[in-house]
């Protein structure tokens, strides 16, 4: 009987070692969350979008280069302005047609200076987050207002492919702000002659 109770005492100090350590590990988890990088400052407001109006995020980038770079003014520039989702049809999907860009520009944006011509893909942009968003939008404000290039870079917003889930918006702040002075590694622009 003696042993059972030295057994019972031995297994009780064993949960509560574990349980507290447990809860300091949940702590830790707690305390990492709540060390957030603060914001970083920007003179337009990234949450002012609407994500079912294109035209706000062209908006919010003609803005953007004003007060970040004190102009041009894209919107006495480019005179045309065609931001539209595409829905893939039923018989285009049966097809064995596939969207490989989740956005695109066309000729008649990127090599028209006063034309933006931008499609997005609506399956994909209902499913990314709000810097996601940012991200696609100006990687193809990218195309057809400054005529760049893809970048080799995952961290730039050129990079032929949309920013993952996990990134913040201070990632695309830097990114923007190098963007937008024309001043990443590997810039380069699109030959329309």
Known sequence: ????????????????F????????????ILAEE???????????????????????W?????DVKCSRGGPNYDEINKTVILYF????????????????A?????????????????????YWID???????????HEFGHDVYRYRHSSNPKDIMYPSVARSDVKINDFIRAKELFLKR????IEYINCD
Do not use: R
């Open 128 to 138: 990314y987050t709000e810097v996601q968003k940012l991200w696609l939008i100006y």
């Open 86 to 101: 595409i829905v893939p049809t039923a018989e285009t999907v049966a097809s064995g047609v596939t969207v490989d860009h």
């Open 18 to 29: 574990w349980s507290c350590s447990k809860k300091e590990k949940n702590e830790e988890i």
């Open 1 to 16: 009987m003696k042993n059972l109770y030295i057994f019972l005492a031995i297994i009780s100090i064993s949960i509560f």
């Open 59 to 63: 908006e919010l980038f003609v803005e």
């Open 103 to 123: 956005g695109y520009s066309t000729y008649a944006g990127y090599c028209n200076s006063e034309a933006v011509n931008i499609g997005v893909i609506e399956d």
């Open 183 to 186: 001043d990443f590694e590997g």
């Open 35 to 57: 060390e957030e990088e603060e914001e970083l400052p920007s003179c337009v407001d990234y949450t002012s979008v609407d994500p079912n109006n294109l035209e706000s995020y």
